[in-house]
């Protein structure tokens, strides 16, 4: 998956992760280096100063960033707060982080089938499965057979939510491959929202 920071707002852009860093599986340490300023970005910033063009999905992306910088409970107030799928599947994306990971199901549920999943799909195809090997260290070269039978279907977030269960539990080899996951569901999430968002 491409990451291309020029593609966000300003505003946006001092928020997101350097290339190649993922997010814990678990809750992790929040960023309090961020909380500041993260306090301060408006959803009116996501359009440089116009208010979004979809409130919901605003609200989502700053889910989504709090979420970004383990700042778990921030991110739980304002996705509870979004009576939507999408808002129910960062509410998901949350609680399975934290590791409740029935809790994480059980919003998976009211969800249904998102319009991301599509996207998800195809993005972590191509991350894992590309079409020439590439010389690089690549995530292809130490995904288990659990991974790559996941991504060859298509994206089913509970049998997600299983795999950062095993990860985080007693499955070391997992590790990896599923924070790259993670960021890939992340990253997709995050770009439905804001192009919602700003109405594009």
């Not at 991350?127 to 991974?147: G, I, M, N, W, Y």
């Not at 997600?160 to 539990?169: G, K, S």
């Amino acid at each position: 998956m491409t990451f291309v920071p020029e593609n966000y707002p300003k505003a946006v852009r001092e928020f997101l992760l350097p290339e190649g860093q993922t997010m814990p599986l678990d809750a992790g340490m929040p960023n309090e280096a961020v909380e500041t300023r993260l306090t301060r970005l408006e959803i009116d910033d996501l359009r440089e100063g116009d208010a979004p063009a979809d409130r919901n999905m605003a609200e989502a992306c700053l889910a989504g960033l709090w979420l970004l910088h383990n700042q778990l409970d921030r991110s739980h107030r304002l996705s509870q707060e979004i009576h939507t799928p999408t808002g129910s599947l960062w509410h998901a994306i949350m609680h399975r982080r934290e590791g409740d990971y029935d809790n994480a199901k059980y919003w998976l549920r009211q969800v249904g089938d998102h319009p991301v999943y599509a996207q998800l799909r195809k993005a972590a195809q191509a991350e894992f499965c590309p079409q020439k090997p590439r010389v690089t260290d690549s995530t292809h070269d130490f995904a288990p057979l659990d991974v790559m039978s996941f991504v060859d279907g298509d994206w089913e977030p509970k049998t997600f939510v299983d795999l950062v269960r095993a990860a985080c539990r007693n499955r070391a080899d997992l590790q990896r491959p599923c924070r790259r996951l993670q960021m890939i569901e992340w990253q997709t999430l995050f770009d439905y929202c804001l192009a919602r968002a700003r109405g594009e």
